[in-house]
Nanobody
Framework: QVQLVESGGGLVQPGGSLRLSCTASGSIFRISDMGWYRQAPGKERELVASITSDVGTMYADSVKGRFTISRDNAKNTVYLQMNTLKPEDTAVYYC??????????????WGQGTLVTVSS
């Protein structure tokens, strides 16, 4: 009942920037927490950044000062602005959304993933 579509990944040189977007659609009444996770080859999925409905944010130590998470509630969209990218940021990035639908049920939904490659 809730679908996520991600965009914005790609290949970028070290020091460059990318902006990821994730839009939720479906019978959504309200969205609470939204977040971005990533999974590098051979590693476990890790939380990169999250944002609450009242715009409280948290970041992994490895991205503090370089990444910024934001949301547009009118568009049911979460963004991840990634600056000063490093090769170790290379991973598949997944968005995660907790949404309440009109039937009164909560869903936690994952995006399909978008690949970010940081390489010269």
């Amino acid at each position: 009942q809730v679908q996520l579509v991600e965009s914005g990944g790609g290949l970028v040189q070290p020091g460059g920037s990318l902006r990821l977007s994730c839009t939720a659609s479906g019978s959504i009444f309200r969205i609470s927490d939204m977040g971005w996770y990533r999974q590098a080859p051979g590693k476990e999925r890790e939380l990169v950044a999250s944002i609450t409905s009242d715009v409280g944010t948290m970041y992994a130590d490895s991205v503090k000062g370089r990444f910024t998470i934001s949301r547009d509630n009118a568009k049911n969209t979460v963004y991840l602005q990634m600056n000063t990218l490093k090769p170790e940021d290379t991973a598949v990035y997944y968005c995660n959304v907790k949404a309440l639908v009109y039937t009164g049920r909560w869903f936690e939904v994952w995006g399909q993933g978008t690949l970010v490659t940081v390489s010269s």
